[in-house]
């Protein structure tokens, strides 16, 4: 109740033609009866607490946005200053007030630290190319409760230099509060008093991690800073540990028995949380008729319970390199949900009836129990179909003929999506491989196979199918959504690929298919993945929403989340919606809560996923600098991915990226061009322009700061590939025409 008289406060303030009242104007317009007076002033209070509402020095309330003032999150750059980005705002038309970042000076953020949520003062409106500027009025939420950084001591007082290099002041520690920490030790770190009026940030050591040269506290310091839970409540496990370790008669009653068909699993060689399996046959028609098979989470992990809630914490597993934080414990996560080989297992099934051309013509949606006939991985899948391996053919002779249909289907539905203009960004991702002591003993860039798109394909077809399915039922669901790029950024890599000798098709609204042209243009190039890099940095993040927009990069009307429910917790979520549904047990009750809970649902798991991506992106930043350490000295080859004022950022063909920083360039003065992303020599005309091939020496790497650092040795190649093939079409072109005249004249 209380939240809906909240959304009826800000409804009405949200109003074009609101000018902000005193509390007895505002009560008067809303009709508030004079005995629930004390409970609205609790809401207003409540409301101004969340950032939602603002109240002036004259007692006035109204959104932020009446007082010159913003509400988003800060993001604090190393050298000190930092950019607020607001929050989602909309209008009483349900219209999105988009706002740009607000630039923050270092002496204007006022005790803020990184990733605070901020009440901004705009101080200058953005104009003639420059940035909004403003200052932090109040900081709403904190989010660095802890801090994780490295121990010093001095004859007078202790303190802990953050590993987070854009909290830039040092955490005092009281003597009484040290926890006999020694210099060098990796600490974690309570912040008692908040920094304000520039006096420093105060804490207390919770956590001695260890040396911090010794093996894994790295990545454990890592995991630390990102506040993930590796340990499970006791309660937790409690509960786990009184499920059945297998599948009894009793659980199997009014499912579909499915355990005498051909499904397997296909996952990587260290996968253990096995969640989803496929089966395939040809229909006497000619169609294909493709089963998906994922685990049944939701009958073990009932809503409200412990498990439940410590899932929906943690939101989604996290992938570590050489750890896995899991979302559930190991005796669900790799026993009884994960669907191991010739064992009874309780799976969701959707079976899809498909034709040639790629659409799904039926399909059903149920329960059933399964028994997996073989646990495959990507590489041995890959040796079957492509390198006809035949040890491997001979091993799995009966299963030979299912993986090629699949692989049939699989191209068919590839083919299909890229028709219809989905983004396939497979510009190789890095490969870390580490020893038993979580050194790095390679990096290098992988591509993926006709197996792991096998699997893509079908999960992608999977999680349209189902969307679909409920979304023309009108039930309350979980879709995963990705919204039409920000026109200001698809702009500015408009700019940035003519630099480069390509265009994008299209004006206006840019449809995914001309992204994904120019994708394919560029593919096998060497400015392939700059390109495809910059792409993804210019859409939108895809994330979880109670409302349906389609998917952009997929180029699909209707996507969820369904076939993971191990490891994400949207599909867990949208499991228990599908089956109440199903058997028709979706109660008005039941409806009334969904509706009003999956919005706080669906933001939770997008922000825990994207602490997750943070994490698992600081691991591997942090491993590739590891790895380089050995090269110092050494020279290699790179592509200039990235100019700014302060230097050249060069990405070798590894996926490591390092800077050359703009100080170590002595042979000139470097004018840094932000439109076309270049810099030129101001004395010798030298031009550094981004996808230029250079040459380039490591010489420092930091641990701290996750960074390698180059110096530049020379160019090897000028021109990106489309420009140099330009140049020559031009010059052959004019050969031609001298040689007719050439002719004419004799």
């Not at 498909?354 to 041995?380: L, P, W």
């Not at 098709?505 to 449809?511: E, P």
């Not at 060497?526 to 859409?539: D, F, Q, W």
């Amino acid at each position: 109740m209380k939240e809906l008289r909240k959304q009826k406060i800000l409804d009405f303030m949200a109003q074009e033609t609101y000018k902000p009242f005193l509390l007895e104007e505002l009560a008067g317009f809303l009709a508030v009866p004079g005995e629930e007076m004390e409970l609205f002033k609790t809401i207003l209070d409540e409301l101004e607490a969340e950032g939602k509402i603002f109240r002036s020095k004259k007692k006035r309330y109204g959104l932020p946005r009446h007082f010159n003032m913003v509400i988003g999150r800060l993001e604090v750059n190393e050298r000190g200053f930092g950019f607020v980005i607001p929050e989602d705002e909309y209008d009483d038309k349900g219209r999105k007030l988009i706002k740009e970042d607000i630039y923050i000076s270092p002496d204007c953020m006022n005790g803020a630290m990184n990733n605070d949520i901020v009440c901004v003062h705009i101080l200058y409106k953005s104009s003639q190319g420059k940035r909004a500027e403003g200052e932090i009025y109040k900081v709403i939420k904190r989010a660095n409760e802890t801090i994780v950084g490295t121990f010093q001591s001095s004859k007078y007082f202790s303190y802990v230099i953050p590993d987070d290099k854009r909290i830039r002041e040092d955490i005092l520690i009281p003597k009484d509060e040290t926890l006999n920490a020694t210099d060098g030790q990796k600490v974690v770190v309570q912040i008692t008093k908040w920094p304000e009026n520039f006096k420093h940030a105060e804490g207390k050591v919770i956590e001695i991690l260890g040396d911090k040269h010794s093996p894994h506290v790295d990545i454990l310091s890592i995991i630390r800073s990102f506040n993930l839970p590796e340990k499970f409540p006791e309660e937790v496990l409690k509960q786990a540990d009184e499920i059945s370790n297998v599948v009894t008669e009793e659980m199997i009653a009014g499912r579909r028995d499915l355990r005498n068909q051909v499904i397997v699993t296909i996952d990587g060689e260290d996968a253990k949380d096995l969640d989803d399996a496929v089966s395939i046959e040809k229909t006497p028609e000619g169609h294909y008729k493709l089963g998906v098979h994922i685990a049944d989470v939701s009958y073990y992990v009932k809503e409200g319970t412990p498990l439940d809630e410590e899932a929906y914490k943690r939101g989604t597993s996290v992938y570590l390199l050489n750890r896995v934080i899991p979302m559930l414990p190991p005796k669900l996560s790799n026993g009884i949900c994960s669907l191991n080989p010739n064992t009874d297992r309780l799976t969701f099934s959707v079976v899809m009836t498909i034709n040639k051309e790629g659409q799904v013509i039926d399909h059903e949606i149920f329960e059933s129990v399964i028994k997996t006939t073989a646990r495959m991985t990507y590489t041995e899948v890959y040796r079957i179909l492509v390198d006809k391996d035949p040890e491997l053919c001979e091993k799995y002779k009966d299963l030979v003929g299912t993986f090629k249909t699949m692989e049939e289907l699989a191209l068919i539905l590839r083919k299909k999506r890229m028709d219809r203009g989905a983004l396939d960004f497979d510009f190789g991702e890095a490969k870390i491989i580490l020893d038993e002591n979580g050194k790095p003993v390679d990096v290098y860039k992988f591509k993926s196979t006709i197996a792991e798109q096998i699997i893509e394909e079908f999960m992608i077809v999977c999680n349209e199918t189902v969307a679909e399915h409920f979304y023309w039922l009108d039930a309350p669901f979980v879709y995963r959504i990705h919204e039409k790029p920000d026109k200001e950024k698809l702009l500015s890599f408009g700019n940035l690929v003519r630099i480069l000798g390509y265009r994008i098709k299209g004006s206006g609204d840019i449809h995914p298919s001309a992204l994904q042209a120019l994708l394919e243009e560029v593919r096998g190039e060497k400015e392939e993945r700059l390109i495809s890099t910059m792409m993804l940095r210019s859409l939108q993040k895809a994330r979880y929403s109670h409302e349906n927009v389609g998917h952009y990069g997929l180029a699909s009307q209707y996507y969820c989340h369904f076939t993971s429910p191990i490891r994400r917790y949207p599909d867990l979520i949208i499991h228990r919606i599908m089956k109440q549904i199903l058997k028709g047990e979706m109660s008005k009750s039941k409806l009334e809560y969904y509706n009003s809970a999956l919005p706080e649902i669906s933001r939770n798991c997008s922000e825990r996923e994207r602490t997750a991506e943070a994490c698992e992106q600081a691991v591997d930043d942090l491993k590739k600098v590891e790895y380089m350490e050995q090269f110092l000295g050494e020279t290699f080859e790179g592509i200039i991915s990235g100019i700014t004022s302060f230097g050249i950022f060069v990405e070798l063909d590894n996926t490591v990226e390092g800077i050359v920083k703009l100080s170590t360039m002595y042979d000139d003065y470097y004018i840094y061009d932000e439109e076309m992303y270049t810099l030129y020599g101001e004395m010798t005309g030298k031009e550094y322009r981004i996808g230029d091939v250079v040459k380039v020496k490591v010489v420092k790497t930091d641990k701290d700061a996750r960074q390698v650092e180059f110096e530049l040795i020379g160019i090897i190649e000028k021109e990106s590939s489309k420009r140099k093939n330009k140049k020559k079409k031009k010059n052959s072109s004019k050969k031609s025409s001298k040689k007719r005249k050439a002719n004419l004249d004799s």
